[in-house]
Structure formats: structure tokens, C-alpha cells
């Protein structure tokens, strides 16, 4: 079964079309990659996917719920975790997920046993008490990521989520997502790094709006026969 | 129900973690009653007074004297001339100049009149006003004395005359306070309503973490609730502050049912964060949302009839009070509180200011959205 | 200096694109001087009377007549009990009630005698006693005209000379009340938020890093809301010279000299403000508890300070708005010159000097 199923999709903004007609379908469980330059379409995409901003015109469903008509159904069975960092920095770390596991029904014995669970997969078991501003960007950022996958979403999307992250926390981070993606849900990433690129199941590069490439990475550099991902990004973008 | 209960909760988290937000909430009451009641009292004292004097007879001594005596006026200097009077004036070392002139006491005798010339600095004109009150009410309780002395001395019959007899209701002493108390906690309750409604949204904004919310099933009734109720309980709160310091501190009446302002004070608080929350969906910045609020705050207070009186002001004037919340919540209160005024008395106030509520809230519940573009 | 150009430009372009702010900024001006020019005013008018006359002779009536014609009363029921009194007060329907005896007329004839009873409303004390006190002089006015008493008393005539403000206009007051309040607004609360905005969004740390001289940074940011504030201080000044007639006697190259001092006060207020507080919010509150209310509340510009308990009296000496008020109006309505302001422009100068060097102090504690 697919979980994001898109079908000539397209944003306009006055004379400027920051998605053009784009049509993909993406499996549970798969950890897809979607690759391009600053403003080729990539977070445009995703924030019409999370019900952020409504589409032009084509049609889109997210776990199975149509994007137009069940936009609150479709909210319910994702997490999304933006470019920007935004959990409350003046809300300490157990509060956040609180908060947030509180607004998606998760019960209130669940949010205890499970908030333990995440502290301790994060080791801030001794952290959980301070305020989100005073931890480190890296932390951050895996503590945003818990909480956008906290209420165990089918489908979680991530914008950009290690820019400006140290390899070993990337590292980290990715591991994050495999264990999500083991557990059954579909993972949305975006990225400017080429060798995340290649931890994906699938990936799609995007060029001002449109999708120019889809397949494994193994079929990408196939296709156009390079060694790196690097290659075919530069290759599409020229 | 549960959603709207955690998003109560973290507002309150937030509220208080600013460590500036607890004592803002005590002291604004505090420095506000304590600021307007005085400085709005209008009774001067130790007004400057320059007299010009040329003959030391016996009337022109008299009048002097008044002066002297009244609590209002500090003689600064007797003099002779009006050259070092105007000097005085101009450098502001006195506030008025009373000149006797020359033959003063002869007219007085001759024709049982004279005048006496009266330079007051009009640059304040408040101060002026008031300087010529005080003057004028020495003079002429001055002549009163004068025409008694002369009744005595001609024996004349009785001049009874109108009497008019003022009986002050709700207030007999006058207390200035009873008066601005009322109205200054309007001010309080409507500045953390809508400032901090109003900023508080262009804050989530402004971080991202709006973003974040718009992404979860959250009903925009939700969020909307999540935002006001906290601020709601906190204006309220504000409210029994300022009622108790008012009570404490300058013993204003309470003639009337606390339940019905605080009653009142829902429906007013419902428009106020209305408009905080309108507001918030035209501003980007925070600087832009407190400088909007701050605006329209202003024109509604003096608009209000907090220091100036309605009913004085023109026609046109007084139509655009009709839509003013501000203008209401200070009558209804100094009705309530000085007179006792109940339900009934008010009931229009109850249903207009609802009504510009449900006006106010409507388009910023239309203006205000979850997704972007 | 190119760089503090191009600072001052893209603060600028900040303002510009904001023109929510921009509109405002013009507007409030605009809009204070109409609401104090035409719309309030100290003067009591059309006060809502009752009247209770019961007699309804010649002489009852003749002074109700009185009082409808002298435009301070506007008689809005007769009524026969003095019981309706008490409803219409609480409703607000009227503030004063006139109350005539029986037989108003011909005991005032026959006895030569007879008193007229008045209920104010005093949870309005001021008006209430002003109200009292019209109500009695115009009853003394119909007296001495009908009853022609004692025409040969003697009596003391006061001739009344408002200098500088001959009509007692409030617009005089209020012009230089208006002028002061809007540049320490925009000066003060508008550069203080401008500034921590940076801070909260870490852009300070990119400008500080950057060759630039951190006071060129401040100053390049400041710069714009000078600009603007000069904007609206000639507006003000423009209106009230054409629909008010209001004066500038003195010299305007002093008056400029001297708004240029106050703001220079003000900003430096601000930039202190933005040193010690990390948030807008925070600055925010800081400006409205510390800056805002004082400066209209204590500078004299709606209360004289005269009548304020001694305390707040001393308390208004550390607000700048304070002495700008006293320049301005004298400069403006009295042609004032500096020989006479020297003492209040060097307490701002000293005021700003001590805002700066407080600012730098923290400013480097913070950098260190």
C-alpha cells in the first residue's frame, strides 16, 4: 500500500510556480529522500503535504486520507519537523512532549511511560528538566525529531533536519530514522547533503519546481552513470 | 477538551517563566493606582505669586494678606515693580502677578470699586486655570467680607435672597480617588488583554512554533481558546488585584455586586482579546502588534471619558464612543461600584459590547488561518 | 562611513517595508491632535439635568430658561418626584437634579427668601463641583438682575491677563504635550524592540562579528528612527500652525536643537532598555512600566506636576519628558531663549551622557 500518493501536483505563487505538476508515490516504510537546490520546490511540497499551504491545483493523499477534503485526518497520522526549530525554547524538555503528545490524544499514562522511554533513547534523562533553549543544537534537533514521531504518526516528514548539525550528531540522527522506518513508518526527508542521499530507500531530485529524477541511488548513478549522487544533482541542475 | 486544557497549560508555563511577568503583574497595579490617583488630583498647592504693590494703605494691606494666608498661594515677593515681576514670570520663578495699582484703596472708597490686574502664565493651561480659580475665589469671598462689614455698619435689613443648597450623591466627600479608581483598572485589565494576546500570537509566529501547531489536528477553535483563556484569567486576576489595592489602599466604595462587574468583565475581556487576536493576524513582527495595540489602546482611553467627560465633548465626538469597549467597561464600573448600579441599569452595555465582541471576533477568526498563502 | 550607510539602509528598508508601522507612525500624530484639538476638552457642556419644579411660576421657570441658555445644562426630564432621581443617575441618564420648592415664586416675593436644592451626581467629583458651582452663579446673576439688590456694594474687580495663551486654548498645551510623547515613543520603544529583535534572533552576534565597529552598528540602526521622528515632530508642528493657530515664537532653530537633544536622551533610553533585557516582551514591559506611563503621567503634560504628591514630584525630575515639556513650551508659546532653558538642556544632555556610558558599560560586560 502506498502512503503518500501524488498526482500532478502544482503550486503557483502569482506568476511563479514553485511546484510543477508533480505526481510520485512513496511506500510504507520507505525512507525517501527528496534532493534539490535552495527554493527548487522541496519544502513548498512538503508544507502542501502537512496541510501547511493548499495546492493550486492536482491531487494528493496522505495515508490515505485526500489532502483537501480530510486535512485534519490527514494531520492526525503525521509528525513533521521544519527547517526551523520549532519546539517552545521556554518550555523545558518533558514539557515539550507533553504538550505535544498532549494535543494528539496520546492518553496521559502513555505520554509518562513513553516520555521515560524517549528521554532515556536520548540520554536526557538528567536534561529533562531544562528549558529546550539551553541544550545544544544537535540535541535539539533529535529531541524535535522524538516529538514529531512521538504519537507514533504513519508518515513523518523532515525538512531539511541536520542542517547545521556536526557529523557525529547526523550520524546519530539517521540511525533515529532507520529505527522509525523499521518500525513502519514512511519517512519524508529533505536534504542538501549528497551523502545522506544515499541512506535513502528512494530518492527524487527536484529542479526549479519540477521532479527530474526518481529511483534508488544505485539506479540514479546507474542512469547517468557517475560514481557519485553528487554527480547526478550537478548533472540535473545544469 | 483535553487538547484545549494542555495548550491552557503551557501558556500558563510560558506566562510565568518570564521572569519579568510575575512582578509586572503586581507592580503595573500598584504604580498605575498610585500614579493616576495622585497625579490626576487637580488641587495645587504653593502656587507662586508676584505682587505689585505701590501704597501700603490699609485695604491694599488687607487683601494681601489673603493671599498670604490661603493655602493655595506662597507669596514669592512683594514689590513695587512690573518689570521684576514679568521677569519672574518668564523664567518661571513665579506662577501668577496680582498688581494693586496706584489709588487702589481711593476708587475703592471713592466708588466702592476698583480693580486689581491679574497676569497668570497661561503656557499650562490646566495650571492657569486653576491658578484664576483659586484667585478669583479669594477675591470674591474677600468682597463677601467686604459687604457684610458694610451691612454691618448700615444695618441693613436682611438679605435673605435664593439660597442654593448642593447635596453631592455617591461621593459626598469628594474623594477624587473613588473616581479614577474605577477607571484606571479598565486601563490595567485592557492592557494585558489585548497587548499581551496580540503579542503573544505574533510570537509564535515570528519563532516558528506556530508552524509546528498548524501541523497537528488542532481545531483553530482549539488554539484560539488555548490562547484567550489564559489571558482571560489572567486580565481577571489582574481585576481582583486592582479591586482589593483600590479597596486597600484608597477604601473605594463598592455600592454594587462584585459578581456583576466581574460578570461584565468576561463579556469586555471577550471583545478585548477579539481585538488583540485581530490584531496578531495583520502584524508580522512583535514590534508591529504592540505598536498597532498601542494605538488603538490609546485612542479608545482618551476617547473614554476616563479624565475628560463624555457628554462635554462634541456631537460626532461622543457617536464614535459608541463603539468604543473601553468607554463602556469605565462607566460601567464607576456605576456599579459608586452607585450600586445593577443589572438592569446596565443591561445595554451588556448586549453592546457583546455585540462588538461577536463583530470583532468574527473577523479575526475569519483573517485567521492555519495554512499560509 | 560607507558601512554605517549601508546599515542605515537596510534598517531603513526594514522600516519602509513595514508599512503597517509606517502608517501608524504617520497617523498617530494625525489622530492625537484631532482628539485633543476637537474632541476633549476640559470644559464642562451639556451636563443631563433633571428638573423637578413643582411651582412652575414666573421666576422657576425663568431661571430654568437661564440655565438651558447658558449651554452647560441640557435638561433631559421634568419630573414631579425626586424619587425618579435616583433610577436615571444609576442608569447614567442624568448627572444633576434641580430641585424648586412649592410655591417658588411667591415666597421668593413675599419672604423675600426661598432656596433651590441641587443633587449632583459626585462619583464625578470635579464635575460635580464645577457643575454646583455654575448652578450658582447663575442663580446669583438672576438675583441681582430681578431682585436689583444692593446695587451700591463695594467690590474688588479682578481683570484676568493669560499671558502667552490669551483664549486658554488646551491645543497649546497639548502640541508640545504630543510632540514630546511621540519621540520618546518612537525613539525609545520603537529602537529599544527594534534592538532586541536583533539580539532574539541572533542577528546582533552576525553584525558584532563583522569588521564593524559595534557603535557604528547601533548607530546605523538608530539612525532611521531619528529620521522618522523628525518626520512626525515637523508634522505635529506643521498641523497645530495651520488648525490651530498654535505659535512657535521662539526661535525654531532652538526648538529644533533642542528636539534633537531629547531624542539623542530618548534613544539612549532605548539602546540602555535593549542592553538589559534579552527578549521583546521583556523590553516591551520594561518600556510601557518604566518609560511609557511615566512619561505621560509625569512629565506635566496632562497633569501639572504642582499638584502631585511630593514624591512623584521628585520622581518627574529623572524623567526627561519632564524638562523637554518645559523647553518646548517655553520656546514655543513663550519665545524663549536659551539664557532662560540653559538649566533644563544641560539636565537632558547630562541624562543622555549617563544612558550612554550605562549602555557601554553593559554592552561590554556582555561582550566579555
Known amino acids: ?238 | ?373 | 562611513m560607507k558601512k554605517l550607510i549601508s546599515i542605515i539602509q537596510k534598517e531603513s528598508l526594514h522600516i519602509i517595508r513595514d508599512w503597517r508601522t509606517l502608517m501608524i507612525l504617520v497617523m498617530m500624530p494625525i489622530a492625537l491632535v484631532v482628539i485633543f484639538g476637537f474632541a476633549i476638552s476640559n470644559e464642562i457642556r451639556n451636563i443631563k439635568t433633571i428638573v423637578i419644579d413643582p411651582s412652575r411660576d414666573v421666576h422657576s421657570q425663568e431661571l430654568i430658561r437661564k440655565m438651558e441658555a447658558s449651554n452647560y445644562f441640557k435638561i433631559v426630564a421634568y419630573e414631579d418626584h425626586i424619587e425618579a432621581v435616583e433610577g436615571m443617575f444609576k442608569r447614567g441618564k442624568a448627572h444633576v437634579a434641580i430641585v424648586f420648592p412649592l410655591n417658588f415664586g411667591q415666597d421668593l416675593i413675599k419672604n423675600n427668601g426661598q432656596s433651590i436644592q441641587v443633587i449632583a451626581d459626585a462619583s464625578e467629583p470635579n464635575n460635580a463641583s464645577i457643575i454646583s458651582s455654575y448652578i450658582e452663579g447663575i442663580v446669583q446673576t438672576y438675583q441681582a438682575d430681578v431682585l436689583g439688590k444692593n446695587p451700591s456694594l463695594m467690590s474688588i474687580i479682578p481683570e484676568m491677563r493669560m499671558l502667552y495663551n490669551p483664549g486658554l486654548k488646551s491645543v497649546y498645551l497639548f502640541v508640545p504635550g504630543i510632540i514630546t510623547i511621540i519621540l520618546m515613543l518612537i525613539c525609545a520603544l520603537m529602537t529599544s524592540l527594534a534592538l532586541t529583535r536583533e539580539k532574539e534572533f541572533g542577528n546582533m552576534e552576525l553584525l558584532l562579528a563583522s569588521p564593524l565597529n559595534p557603535a557604528f552598528v547601533i548607530l546605523g540602526k538608530v539612525i532611521p528612527y531619528v529620521a522618522l521622528s523628525f518626520i512626525d515632530l515637523l508634522l505635529i508642528l506643521v498641523l497645530g500652525d495651520i488648525v490651530f493657530d498654535v505659535p512657535v515664537r521662539g526661535s525654531l532653530a532652538l526648538l529644533l536643537g533642542e528636539s534633537l537633544l531629547y531624542i539623542s536622551t530618548s534613544l539612549s533610553l532605548g539602546i540602555f532598555i535593549s542592553t538589559v533585557t534579552s527578549t521583546q516582551q521583556a523590553a516591551m514591559i520594561f518600556s510601557m512600566i518604566a518609560l511609557f506611563l511615566p512619561t505621560v503621567l509625569l512629565s506635566g503634560f496632562i497633569f501639572p506636576i504642582e499638584s502631585m504628591p511630593v514624591i512623584l514630584q521628585w520622581v518627574s525630575h529623572i524623567i526627561p519628558a519632564k524638562w523637554f515639556i518645559i523647553i518646548i513650551k517655553s520656546v514655543m508659546l513663550q519665545g524663549s531663549s536659551l539664557d532662560i532653558l540653559w538649566k533644563e538642556t544641560l539636565i537632558m544632555g547630562a541624562m543622555t551622557v549617563i544612558f550612554i556610558m550605562a549602555s557601554i558599560k553593559k554592552f561590554k560586560i556582555r561582550l566579555e
Open chain 2, 1 to 373: 477538551m483535553r487538547t484545549i486544557l494542555y495548550l491552557i497549560r503551557k501558556e500558563f508555563l510560558q506566562i510565568f517563566r518570564h521572569k519579568i511577568m510575575l512582578p509586572a503583574l503586581f507592580i503595573m497595579p500598584f504604580v498605575q493606582l498610585i500614579i493616576l490617583v495622585h497625579a490626576a488630583d487637580f488641587e495645587i498647592k504653593n502656587i507662586k505669586i508676584h505682587i505689585i504693590n505701590h501704597e501700603n494703605q490699609n485695604w491694599n494691606v488687607r487683601l494681601i494678606s489673603q493671599f498670604m494666608a490661603s493655602e493655595h498661594f506662597v507669596v514669592h515677593q512683594v514689590s513695587n515693580s512690573y518689570t521684576l515681576a514679568y521677569q519672574q514670570l518668564e523664567k518661571r520663578e513665579v506662577d501668577l502677578i496680582l498688581e494693586i495699582p496706584k489709588d487702589f484703596e481711593k476708587n475703592l472708597l471713592k466708588s466702592n470699586k476698583a480693580s486689581v490686574f491679574i497676569g497668570a502664565n497661561a503656557i499650562d493651561g490646566m495650571k492657569a486655570g486653576l491658578t484664576t480659580f483659586y484667585t478669583n475665589s479669594i477675591l470674591r469671598s474677600f468682597n463677601k467680607n467686604i459687604v457684610l462689614e458694610q451691612m454691618k455698619i448700615a444695618n441693613s435689613r436682611s438679605t435673605a435672597g435664593i439660597q442654593t443648597k448642593t447635596v453631592f450623591w455617591y461621593n459626598p466627600e469628594m474623594e477624587y480617588a473613588h473616581f479614577m479608581v474605577p477607571g484606571i483598572l479598565v486601563i490595567l485589565v485592557t492592557a494585558i488583554g489585548m497587548f499581551f494576546t496580540g503579542i503573544n500570537i505574533v510570537k509564535e509566529k515570528e519563532m516558528g512554533t506556530i508552524e509546528q501547531i498548524n501541523v497537528t489536528p488542532i481545531r483553530k477553535y482549539q488554539f484560539l481558546i488555548g490562547k484567550l483563556a489564559p489571558f482571560m484569567l489572567l486580565a481577571l486576576m489582574e481585576l481582583a488585584i486592582g479591586l482589593t489595592l483600590g479597596k486597600l489602599m484608597f477604601d473605594i466604595p463598592m455600592e454594587g455586586s462584585l459578581w456583576l462587574i466581574f460578570g461584565f468583565s468576561v463579556i469586555y475581556l471577550f471583545t478585548i482579546l477579539g481585538l488583540g487576536l485581530l490584531v496578531s493576524t495583520f502584524s508580522n513582527t512583535q514590534q508591529q502588534a504592540m505598536f498597532i495595540s498601542w494605538f488603538f489602546l490609546m485612542i479608545f482611553v482618551l476617547m473614554s471619558g476616563l479624565f475628560t467627560s463624555i457628554d462635554s465633548m462634541p456631537a460626532w465626538a461622543q457617536k464614535t464612543t459608541w463603539f468604543n469597549p473601553v468607554a463602556y467597561f469605565i462607566d460601567v464600573n464607576r456605576k456599579i461600584l459608586l452607585k450600586g448600579s445593577e443589572f438592569a441599569d446596565i443591561s445595554g452595555h451588556f448586549i453592546k459590547v457583546g455585540l462588538i465582541g461577536l463583530v470583532v471576533n468574527f473577523f479575526a477568526v475569519l483573517n485567521y488561518r492555519k495554512t499560509s498563502a
Open chain 1, 1 to 238: 500500500m502506498d502512503s503518500i500518493i501524488i498526482d500532478q501536483l502544482t503550486k503557483k505563487f502569482g506568476s511563479f510556480t514553485a511546484v510543477d505538476k508533480v505526481s510520485l508515490r512513496i511506500q510504507k516504510g520507505e525512507i525517501f529522500g527528496l534532493l534539490g537546490a535552495n527554493g527548487a520546490g522541496k519544502t513548498t511540497l512538503i508544507k502542501i503535504l502537512t496541510g501547511l499551504s493548499g495546492a493550486s491545483s492536482g491531487k494528493a493523499t496522505v495515508a490515505g486520507f485526500d489532502i483537501h477534503r480530510h486535512v485534519e485526518k490527514v494531520k492526525m497520522n503525521i509528525g513533521y519537523m521544519s527547517q526551523k526549530f520549532s519546539l517552545y525554547e521556554d518550555l523545558t524538555v518533558r514539557e515539550n512532549i507533553q504538550l505535544f503528545g498532549g494535543i494528539y490524544g496520546v492518553s496521559s499514562d502513555y505520554i509518562k511511560t513513553k516520555t521515560t522511554l524517549v528521554l532515556d533513547q536520548l540520554g536526557l534523562q538528567d536534561s529533562a528538566k531544562k528549558l529546550v533553549k539551553s541544550l545544544p543544537l544537535g540535541w535539539r534537533q533529535k529531541l524535535a525529531f522524538s516529538v514529531a514521531i512521538f504519537h507514533e504518526p504513519k508518515i513523518v516528514f523532515l525538512d531539511e533536519p541536520t542542517s547545521g548539525v556536526d557529523p557525529i550528531t547526523r550520524r546519530q540522527f539517521w540511525e533515529m530514522i532507520y529505527a522509525a522506518a523499521s518500525q513502519g513508518i514512511t519517512v519524508l526527508v529533505t536534504t542538501h547533503y549528497m551523502d545522506e542521499a544515499s541512506y535513502c530507500d528512494r530518492i527524487a531530485i527536484m529542479n526549479a519546481g519540477k521532479m527530474e529524477a526518481l529511483g534508488s541511488p544505485g539506479e540514479l548513478k546507474a542512469a547517468y552513470q557517475v560514481d557519485h549522487i553528487e554527480d547526478v544533482f550537478i548533472h540535473i541542475v545544469r
